[in-house]
């Protein structure tokens, strides 16, 4: 079972440069998130979908760009990217009723 | 949503029980509590969930009083495996905005043989 997964797994950045994150799960999720998580930090939610072709903005949008054109894809977009973007982002997707479940995370710096 | 306090860190020793207590004392009704754990380089797994009294499964149990303004994980008889970030989350799973999740610090939880 695959479940959550992330790619890359790790990305090194030049500032000003975009970039894309892809997360895809197998468990017909409705669902999905995009989290970051800093040094020392808990998980902070960037943006969030409730289903194919929505999205929603969580704690800490700006910056990032998502879409979810197919249920089992969720994508992050990083159009400029900033030293501030450095950080682990994970993924997870659930159902009603359901814990999430995490990928393993995208390893991100930014020079 | 409601927040979340939970210990910075804790010790323990390879055998014994662990228990861990999470405040949340402004949760609301339709709120579940939900415990995750996660090791370096890895993300969040679930451990357990309950909305009230006590829930237990093969590798946790967790209780919750009945005013539901905390929680307790027990992890039973630790080994050094355990050693991770434990964290305790409160929301409405059932929401279909889903579950927006407020992660606090955690509690690094530190096993020595």
């Not at chain 1, 289903?51 to 800490?60: F, Q």
């Not at chain 1, 879409?67 to 950080?87: D, M, V």
């Not at chain 2, 992890?75 to 059932?94: E, F, K, M, N, Q």
Request: glycine content about 8%; charged content about 15%; some cysteine.
């Amino acid at each position: 079972n695959a479940g959550v997964t992330q790619t890359p797994k790790f990305r090194v950045l030049k500032t000003g440069q975009s970039m894309t994150l892809l997360c895809a799960q197998d468990m017909n999720h409705e669902y999905m998130y995009w989290y970051r998580q800093d040094p020392g930090m808990g998980l902070r939610l960037i943006h969030y979908s409730v289903g194919e072709g929505t999205t929603a903005k969580g704690e800490v949008p700006d910056g990032y760009n998502v879409s979810r054109l197919k249920k089992q894809n969720f994508l992050l977009g990083l159009e400029s990217a900033a030293p501030s973007q450095t950080s682990v982002y994970f993924c997870a997707s659930t159902g009603i009723n359901q814990p999430q479940h995490f990928g393993d995370g995208t390893r991100l710096s930014i020079l | 949503l409601a927040k979340t306090t939970q210990p910075i860190s804790m010790d323990s020793y390879e055998g014994q029980e662990v228990n861990i207590t999470c405040s949340h004392n402004n949760i609301a009704t339709n709120d579940y509590i939900t415990w995750y754990q996660q090791f370096p380089s890895q993300g969040p797994r679930f451990i357990i969930q309950g909305y009230k009294t006590k829930v237990t499964n093969e590798v946790a149990s967790l209780f919750i009083p009945a005013d539901r303004k905390s929680s307790t994980l027990s992890l039973p008889r630790v080994s050094l495996s355990d050693t991770a970030v434990y964290y305790c989350l409160v929301g409405d799973i059932r929401k279909a905005a889903g579950n927006k999740l407020t992660f606090g610090g955690g509690t690094r939880v530190l096993v020595k043989p």
